[in-house]
């Protein structure tokens, strides 16, 4: 592999795998965005409920994304290296560990969720919306798992356009399954949150066999089979190694945002209604910027893998310009027309006043936060997984919830002093990364030269 020299060369090889995994990351956000807009126009009950259980929700389903990073990693690695088979040994016990960790947390969620949620809310109506979202949504964890080990597998294969194609369908028909379900049709009641939890397990159900379809087509299974189908102890301890820190990175991560959901649902109904609006966007950005990040951490892999570190700083520092551009322009309409972005989630005055100062804040966010996810992507693809929970644990704990409780509750800046917040965390984020990425580096250097 060697270094391209043309004004365009890296661009376009990040975009060729980015912009179909972000088209797809995108959609998939969508199904977020559905359950804010339908339940905005069912109830404010509804849509709090479904604000601090999707809070909730997201702890369990990115401790089980956390758990199939060790595939992801190794994936690209050996794709890179020309070594296909072992693709197919490290999908088979990722499997069987990130399975693990959803059938653990579906149990989890079916026996604790009204306990859970009387943590975030001590309203009656929000309190039974949410309980009935996670009762509903629960299967899902299991769901997840097969479905984004195959698009893991494509994506390292430079095929990131089946994602695409999954996550517009899952996006789709959580649409069609979502109307009905919430708001009634017909013979079938309106179920609510209820019927917005069961549309995404419907919806992924679907995604799910479209995947399989496509893999049996391709013969995927076929190119990664591996020569042999034992357990192997050294395998499943390479994939705990590498999957271990992104699960507590993702664990902690999200327990903080239950944290700053508390905090926001201390302030009022209305606040957190417009806090999960707010949640939704600065989630639609950090999609977005991993998204286009996506294609840097395979390409550093696939180099990782090859053993060649020029490419590795190449890559790296194409795609910091190339993210921070696109995510630098698509902040713009936060920043200067915050009204008309908050009332494409609700028609509830009350939640769009309260909001407004809250998504300015997500706008001002975007570079800082297009640079950070670079560094993010540079240490996943090099496998340093548990540098990069330092870079995520540490400015969310020590930064982010003491400065939102501080600006929020006592200072009395309400969402705005909250999401004030995360600008501080993504300074964190971007500083601690640059420092291990550059550490990362030159270990990775060593390594080539010895």
């Known amino acids: 592999m060697t270094k391209k020299t ?77 070594t296909p088979n072992q693709v197919g040994v490290s999908f088979r016990h990722s499997l069987v560990f990130a399975g693990g ?35 509903a949504r629960s299967p899902e964890l299991l769901i997840m798992v097969p479905a984004m080990l195959i698009q893991s597998t494509f994506n390292a294969e430079k095929q990131a356009k089946w994602s695409m194609y999954t996550m517009i369908l899952v996006a789709s028909t ?7 379900l919430i708001y009634g049709m017909g013979a079938l009641p309106a179920l609510g949150a209820m019927g917005s939890g069961l549309g995404s397990v419907l919806a992924r159900t679907v995604g799910l066999l479209f995947l399989l379809a496509v893999a049996y087509k391709k013969n995927l299974f076929k190119r990664i089979r591996p020569h042999n189908f034992r357990f192997q102890v050294k395998e499943f ?40 609006i707010a949640f939704n966007l600065i989630m639609i950005f950090f999609s ?21 570190l020029s490419m590795i700083q190449f890559y790296v520092s194409r795609c910091r310009l190339l993210v921070t551009v696109i995510l ?35 706008g001002l966010c975007a570079p800082i936060l297009a640079l950070a996810c670079t560094n993010v992507s540079a240490l996943r693809g090099m496998g340093k997984t548990k540098w990069d929970m330092y870079t995520n644990v540490l400015p969310g704990y020590l930064l982010r919830l003491p400065i939102a409780w501080l600006l929020g509750i006592v200072a009395g800046w309400h969402l705005t002093g909250l999401y004030i917040g995360y600008i501080a965390y993504w300074l964190g984020r971007l500083a601690i990364g640059q420092i291990m990425l550059v550490k990362a580096m030159k270990i990775t250097e060593e390594q080539v030269e010895n």
Not at 101 to 129: P, R
Not at 247 to 258: E, K, Q, W
């Open 6 to 82: 043309g004004k365009l060369s890296g661009y376009q090889e990040i975009l060729a795998i980015s912009l179909p995994v972000l088209a797809g990351s995108i959609t998939s956000m969508l199904i977020g965005v559905i359950d804010t807009a339908m339940m905005g126009r069912y109830s404010i009950d509804g849509l709090a409920g479904v604000a601090a259980a999707a809070a909730v929700f997201n702890i369990f389903s990115n401790i089980v994304t956390g758990a199939m990073m060790g595939h992801q990693v190794l994936a690209s690695r050996r794709f890179g290296a020309g």
């Open 101 to 135: 960790f959803a059938l653990i947390g579906v149990i989890i969620l079916l026996v604790t969720s009204n306990w859970l949620m009387l943590l975030l809310t001590d309203s009656n109506d929000v309190l039974k919306s949410g309980t009935s979202y996670l009762y």
């Open 174 to 180: 959580t649409v069609i399954f979502n109307y009905p």
């Open 237 to 276: 301890a390479q994939v705990c190694n590498i999957s271990l820190p992104a699960i507590f990175s993702g664990a902690f991560d999200y327990l903080a945002n239950t944290f700053f959901f508390i905090i926001m649902g201390m302030i009022g109904n209305f606040y957190l209604a417009g806090g999960r």
């Open 288 to 308: 977005i910027a991993m998204s286009l990040s996506m294609g840097c951490q395979i390409l550093v892999g696939r180099s990782w893998g090859a053993r060649n």
């Open 328 to 362: 630098s322009l698509l902040a713009l309409p936060l920043i200067v027309w915050p009204q008309g972005v908050v009332s494409i989630f609700t028609s509830f005055t009350e939640v769009q006043e309260v909001t407004l100062g809250a998504i300015q804040i997500i």
